[in-house]
């Protein structure tokens, strides 16, 4: 697979992630704790795509390993809300967190091969 069709699947991947938050957020109760955790979650997990959209572009590597860390204040919100129950069943939750989960690998992945090859640059 090119270079380029991986950019364009992870691109997607967080487009839909976005989208799956934005639902979930839209699904919480109109209270006073899921309505604040809906706006934390609606923050924090559709800022990914865009981030990673800058990071294609990005100055340098640390500018590029900046903007990936994102993602896991997200994970963290979609935690508290299966442990509060906010979302019934909380199972509905689980491809999320998973999908998540495998979000935050890649992006890591991708964070220790950009420091890698900074450190062999300045070496």
Not at 25 to 48: D, F, M, V, W, Y
Not at 53 to 81: N, Y
Request: proline share 4%; aromatic share 4%.
């Amino acid at each position: 697979m090119s270079k380029d069709m991986r950019i364009f699947d992870l691109e997607e991947r967080l487009i839909d992630f976005a989208v799956r938050i934005i639902r979930t957020a839209e699904s919480l109760p109109k209270t006073r704790a899921g309505n604040h955790i809906a706006g934390q979650l609606i923050r924090c997990g559709t800022s990914p795509v865009p981030n990673y959209g800058e990071a294609q572009g990005a100055e340098s590597r640390s500018d590029f390993i900046h903007k990936m860390k994102v993602l896991r204040e997200a994970r963290i919100w979609l935690l508290m809300i299966v442990k509060a129950n906010l979302i019934k069943p909380t199972s509905k939750l689980e491809p999320l967190v998973g999908e998540n989960n495998a979000l935050i690998s890649i992006f890591v992945t991708s964070i220790k091969t950009a420091k890698q090859k900074e450190e062999k640059k300045t070496s």
